[in-house]
């Protein structure tokens, strides 16, 4: 059974950093895309950043070069560096993995921006 657990969430300032971390049980992550959305109150999930298996990048329009995705195959686990954070960046942020018709979620990690 393929289980992603996220963690490394929490209260920050506005301007500080956070590192996210989301470790994989049950496959390997370097045979699956690997991502992190997020989803504010009201708001839909939106996707924050993409890894592929050969570590192609993408981000979310608002990132801006304040994020960074990496991923550590030996650990089996995908990062989020996350720099110069907003307010507006509050939000539950999830992992998910996929391969083909396959996705997998985890449970999400609270990450709150606020003075």
């Known amino acids: 059974q393929v289980q992603l657990v996220e963690s490394g969430g929490g209260l920050v300032q506005p301007g500080g950093s956070l590192r996210l971390a989301c470790a994989a049980s049950?496959?390997?992550?370097?045979?699956?895309?690997m991502g992190w959305y997020r989803q504010a109150p009201g708001k839909q999930r939106e996707l924050v950043a993409v890894?592929?298996?050969?570590?192609?990048?993408h981000y979310g329009d608002f990132v801006k070069g304040r994020f960074t995705i990496s991923r550590d195959n030996g650990k089996n686990t995908v990062y989020l560096q996350m720099n110069s954070l907003q307010p507006e960046d509050t939000a539950v942020y999830y992992c998910?993995?996929?391969?083909?018709?396959?996705?997998?979620w985890g449970q999400g990690t609270q990450v709150t921006v606020s003075a």
């Open positions: 890894i592929s298996s050969i570590s192609t990048l």
């Open positions: 998910r993995g996929a391969t083909g018709p396959d996705e997998y």
């Open positions: 049950g496959t390997t992550i370097s045979r699956l895309i």
